[in-house]
């Protein structure tokens, strides 16, 4: 893994981005006081790349990043790895604060800044430790409010305050804090990615023995087939099964822990199987947990290689090559060369297949509901309901057919603009005439 170090902003952006600022302030000497520009951390600067743990915490709660090896993770989700981007922007920023002006010591004034203590009730401020390998506290900090416009020499500017120290600053910068742990979260929290195009066939084994296949006969077929259809059944449309084979082109957590952590205990999984035409095989378990409210669905992903179901395409037959005796019994059609199999290498998968695993073994994902439900559908799922028999009473609700039928084909209504009402059955008797006699 390439080395991911935090001073790529150390020895430029730090000139640049405060050049027009600084350069008409002279330098603090060692016994000045602290004044504008001054580094709100003297050194750090310089230490950048020593951080290897972060500390972050609000009214709500905290959480904590370390870095092992190259790589940073969150330390509640078992290391699982977090956004590296995220990490840097946060270390280098509160390197990068200098002084712009004194702003109150008095605690009652904090308030109006967002700097009073996190343990504090409402209190709208973020907290957060540097530390290095070793444990040391390079630096702790309160971040507050950000300035509304920017200041001298077009500076962002915001509210700090050293944890422990009642003096508050405007200093230089600005940053928002994601205060929930899994959206630090590498990758977006992605699972796995496998396009449609790539898969061949996929089967899902339910716990009441039930099986739902879907495949393709060749990758240039249109939709996706459905296995063993029931005598006289019908897909609810062509490539109903699609979705099927594409639930894992964007597959997304919602938690994740490692696998060991997770209790599973007595839960019988819906397994489903995606195989591609190379040879891939990816086998998903969904776990359901609880009812309601509590409802929850745990998911694991293993990948692994199976050689024999790697496609070979047929030959295609091609018409005879040219001869001035066409009438040769030996001109016969010769078949035209294809590509022999579909997809990468069986090297290639297999080390796909390494890296899926090394991402993906450890952990238990937590999905929602409705990503859980693409893993778990069945053959009646891909059907039409079946029409009712002829002369079938009306179910609850559905209107009578003298009531609710549709006119026959070819019917139509005259309508001459003005509502006659219905018309009647018999025409109406002529009234008697009066003759003048009573």
């Known amino acids: 893994m390439k080395q991911q170090t935090l001073g790529i902003l150390v020895v430029v952006a730090v000139a640049a981005s405060t050049a027009a600022f600084f350069a008409t302030r002279s330098e603090p000497t060692a016994t000045a006081e602290v004044k504008s520009g001054d580094k709100l951390f003297p050194g750090l600067v310089d230490r950048v790349n020593d951080v290897a743990k972060v500390e972050i915490k609000n009214k709500d709660g905290g959480f904590v990043v370390v870095k092992e090896g190259d790589a940073w993770g969150l330390v509640d989700k078992g290391g699982y790895p977090v956004n590296f981007d995220k990490v840097k922007e946060l270390v280098v920023t509160i390197a990068q604060m200098a002084i712009v002006e004194k702003k109150s010591a008095k605690p009652e004034n904090h308030a109006a800044l967002d700097l009073t203590d996190v343990d504090v009730k ?9 530390f290095d390998r070793a444990g040391t506290e390079l630096a702790a900090i309160l971040i507050g409010k950000a300035r509304v416009t920017k200041g ?5 500017a915001m509210y700090a305050r050293k944890l422990g120290d009642p003096q508050a600053w405007e200093v230089t910068g600005r940053i928002w804090i994601d205060g929930t742990a899994t959206n630090w979260l590498a990758e977006n929290r992605q699972v796995a990615k496998l396009e449609k195009s790539r898969v061949h066939m996929v089967e899902t084994r339910h716990a009441d023995g039930t099986t739902l296949s879907v495949f393709k006969n060749v990758p240039e077929d249109q939709a996706f087939a459905v296995k063993d259809l029931p005598e006289g059944a019908e897909l609810k449309w062509t490539g109903v099964a699609d979705a099927t084979a594409a639930a894992l082109e964007y597959l997304s957590f919602e938690d994740v822990a490692p696998r ?57 037959v091609g018409p005879p090559p040219p001869s001035e005796t066409p009438t040769d019994p030996a001109a016969a059609p010769t078949p035209t060369p294809a590509d022999e199999f579909v997809g990468q290498s069986p090297e290639d998968v297999k080390k796909e297949v390494d890296a899926l695993n090394a ?7 937590t999905v929602p509901g409705y990503t859980a439900a693409n893993f778990k ?26 009531f609710g039928a549709p006119p026959a084909e070819g019917a139509h209504d005259e309508h001459d603009g003005h509502d006659h009402g219905a018309e009647p059955t018999t025409p109406p008797t002529e009234p008697e005439k009066d003759d003048g006699g009573n």
């Open 377 to 402: 559908k069945t053959v009646k799922d891909m059907l039409k309901e079946p029409a009712a028999p002829e002369g079938t009473p009306p179910s609850d609700g559905e209107l009578p057919t003298e």
């Open 122 to 130: 409402d209190s709208a401020a973020t907290q957060v430790k540097l």
């Open 260 to 316: 060991a952590s997770v209790d599973l205990t007595g839960l019988t999984p819906t397994q489903t199987t995606f195989t591609t035409w190379d040879g891939l095989v990816l086998d998903v378990k969904v776990f359901e947990q609880g009812t309601g409210d509590d409802a929850k669905s745990y998911m694991t992903v293993e990948a692994s290689f199976d050689e024999s179901k790697r496609f070979k395409k047929p030959a295609a």
């Open 359 to 365: 991402k993906l073994s450890k952990w238990t994902y």
């Open 152 to 156: 001298f020499g077009g500076q962002y």
